[in-house]
T-cell receptor, first 113, second 113 residues
Framework: DSGVTQTPKHLITATGQRVTLRCSPR?????VYWYQQSLDQGLQFLIQ???????AKGNILERFSAQQFPDLHSELNLSSLELGDSALYFC????????????FGEGSRLTVL | AQSVTQPDIHITVSEGASLELRCNYS??????LFWYVQSPGQGLQLLLK??????LVQGIKGFEAEFKRSQSSFNLRKPSVHWSDAAEYFC???????????FGGGTRLMVKP
């Protein structure tokens, strides 16, 4: 158990819909990272937050957004969903702002039909 | 830009045999290097990391990796593989900005009895 909690574990929705994925980092960790894992793209870094502020941005689509709340949990919002957004979305956390050892949650599997 | 290549998509070894998983990185300076393991249905777990110092690093579960600057490699090794090592292994690199961890495409390890 990494200490990182992600909900929901599985989500099935239709194209055009909007979903929210939630992540609670390990106790004491201030950084939260979001990654997308798909068969064709592998593990892609989406975005990082550190202590409530956006710290780094990767290959995140404009249809996607994220935020980190004062209690340090984070949410990833995916809108206008397309079939190609079907993937496993991982949240990871670390103590500081630099990507040293990341602790990963078990992921949220999104299926868009 | 930093990148990671794992040349072997699949590797099958017999239980008890030795293992070497290859990883080549591209980065202009000394990188931070990592190996993570992902068991089916699980998130990623850190096996070991290299930041500086001794180029041979020891990790959990009996794994080790050697940083070779001249070859831009960070290969993962284990002297005797156990059936429970069957999983997907990811090499990753973080530049000195440290914000973004870039993952390779992964190597899926299968272990024959």
């Amino acid at each position: 158990d990494s200490g990182v909690t992600q909900t929901p574990k599985h989500l099935i929705t239709a194209t055009g819909q909007r979903v929210t994925l939630r992540c609670s980092p390990r106790s004491g960790d201030l950084s939260v990272y979001w990654y997308q894992q798909s068969l064709d793209q592998g593990l892609q870094f989406l975005i990082q937050y550190y202590n409530g502020e956006e710290r780094a941005k990767g290959n995140i689509l404009e249809r996607f957004s994220a935020q980190q709340f004062p209690d340090l949990h984070s949410e990833l919002n995916l809108s206008s969903l397309e079939l190609g957004d079907s993937a496993l979305y991982f949240c990871a956390s670390s103590v500081g702002p630099l990507a040293g050892e990341l602790f990963f949650g078990e992921g949220s599997r999104l299926t868009v039909l | 830009a930093q990148s990671v290549t794992q040349p072997d998509i699949h590797i099958t070894v017999s239980e008890g045999a030795s293992l070497e998983l290859r990883c080549n990185y591209s980065y202009g300076a000394t990188p931070y290097l990592f190996w993570y393991v992902q068991s089916p249905g699980q998130g990623l777990q850190l096996l070991l990391k290299y930041f500086s110092g001794d180029t041979l690093v020891q990790g959990i579960k009996g794994f080790e990796a050697e940083f070779k600057r001249s070859q831009s490699s960070f290969n993962l090794r284990k002297p005797s593989v156990h059936w429970s090592d069957a999983a997907e292994y990811f090499c990753a690199v973080a530049g000195n900005a440290g914000n973004m961890l870039t993952f390779g495409g992964g190597t899926r390890l299968m272990v024959k009895p």
